[in-house]
């Protein structure tokens, strides 16, 4: 059995159904960029760091049965996960494969498009991620990514600075790990540096207010992502207790709100 690789937020069940709840709120946004990169029926995508899956079997859907979505993941136990699915509704146009997208060598000119959301802020080279990418590309196939380009920003209100602590923290481990929380900002001329033409860049923002899904996932978020925080040193216990003190506070609070971390949706086509 393949030794588990764990990204920053880890893979297990709560991640597990985090990342579910997260696409049920964020599907949407997907679907719009899928319809914007000319992504549909008979083509085969590449969904990166596909984790369990959820948007492969969207895509899936999308290209039909004459097409194939091929998700690629670090995390066995997400793959697992997703090939379990694939087999349990008896889905035919479906692969994945455990691996690094930076390394595993997909094949050049392979793919009609690929699509990776919140994927590269959590690599190391992200380059050299999107090299990789855009060489598994035929010539005219399309790299749609969503990802933050500005995490920090994130706000709540009213202000808190528990919030702000909180979301300090956060930054800290995930760079820690290698990773960039604002890489959407620098994607678009690192997809030109890598032979891929910019065709679209959007910025995404969201409100969230209490008793929506928009408030709710950062609170799955939150809930999975600080306890180890705390437990690893880069969190007071005290500080979040203050935290979720002033969250139950936000809950209950008319006119309280979320706005989530900018997001930038950036497709690049080919050369
Ligand atoms: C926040 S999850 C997003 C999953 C999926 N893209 C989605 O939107 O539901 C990030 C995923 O990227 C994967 N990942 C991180 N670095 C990777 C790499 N170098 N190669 C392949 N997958 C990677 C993680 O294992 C994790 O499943």
């Not at 091929?70 to 691996?99: C, K, P, Q, T």
């Not at 790990?177 to 620098?186: C, E, L, S, T």
């Not at 890598?194 to 209490?210: A, D, F, H, K, Q």
């Amino acid at each position: 059995m393949a030794e588990e690789r764990e990204y920053v937020l880890g893979t297990g069940d709560d991640e597990l159904a985090r990342l579910g709840f997260q696409h049920a709120v964020w599907g949407g946004y997907a679907a719009e960029a899928w319809e914007a990169a000319g992504f549909g029926p008979g083509q085969r995508i590449l969904d990166v760091g596909c984790g369990p899956g959820y948007a492969s079997f969207d895509l899936a859907r999308l290209v039909g049965r004459a097409g194939h979505v091929h998700g690629i993941d670090l995390s066995a136990r997400f793959i697992g996960h997703l090939r379990g699915a694939i087999e349990a509704r008896g889905v035919g146009n479906m692969s994945a494969e455990v691996g690094d997208l930076v390394t595993a060598g997909l094949a050049a000119d392979s793919f009609d498009g690929a699509y990776a959301r919140w994927v590269l802020c959590f690599v190391p080279d992200p380059e050299a991620a999107v090299r990789a990418v855009a060489r598994a590309l035929r010539p005219g196939g399309a790299f749609v990514v969503q990802d933050y380009s500005q995490y920090s920003a994130v706000q709540i209100a009213p202000e808190h600075p528990s919030f702000h602590r909180a979301v300090a923290a956060v930054v800290e481990a995930w760079r820690g790990r290698g990773g960039d929380p604002h890489v959407g900002a620098a994607l678009p001329a690192m997809m030109e540096r890598c032979g891929l033409e910019v065709t679209r860049i959007r910025p995404i923002s969201r409100v969230g207010r209490p008793g929506t899904a928009m408030w709710k996932w950062p609170r799955t978020f939150f809930d999975n992502f600080l306890p180890g925080l705390v437990e690893g040193g880069l969190l007071g216990a005290e500080e979040l207790a203050e935290f979720d003190a002033r969250w139950a506070e936000w809950e209950r609070l008319p006119g309280a709100f979320f706005v989530s971390p900018p997001m930038l949706e950036v497709v690049g086509t080919k050369r």
